[in-house]
């Protein structure tokens, strides 16, 4: 056998493009697994995001209710304040019908003694 450069540097030449083949297998491979790695924690990113998207929202949420009852409350509030002004109001004009009924009581009974002392007469 002898020695044929053509052969050789072909086989030199495919040598080194193997290696530049599994060099560049060997980036990709690690590109991937970075991408891997960046996607694992863009999803943990996002469902962190989610979540506190979720909380911002359950916050909005309980703060809009908070605002009704709030306004609720001042509603009832009000109605209240009205009762009691409706009942001191009918409380007072009680009062003043049982001092009008005392009074025509009270002067029928003055009639009735100055009946009685009239016939006494």
Request: no cysteine; charged share 35%; glycine share 2%.
């Amino acid at each position: 056998m002898y020695f044929n450069p053509t052969i050789f540097y072909r086989q030199e030449l495919s040598q080194m493009e193997r290696n530049k083949y599994i060099a560049k297998s060997e980036s990709l491979n690690k590109q991937l697994e970075d991408t891997r790695y960046s996607i694992e924690e863009l999803r943990k990113q996002l469902s962190q995001q989610e979540t506190e998207e979720s909380l911002e929202d359950k916050i909005v949420e309980e703060n809009r209710l908070v605002g009704r009852y709030k306004e609720e409350i001042e509603i009832y509030q009000a109605i209240r304040k009205h009762r009691e002004h409706e009942l001191e109001f009918l409380l007072q004009d009680m009062e003043y019908q049982y001092g009008l009924l005392k009074f025509f009581m009270l002067s029928k009974n003055q009639n009735k003694m100055d009946r009685n002392r009239i016939k006494e007469t």
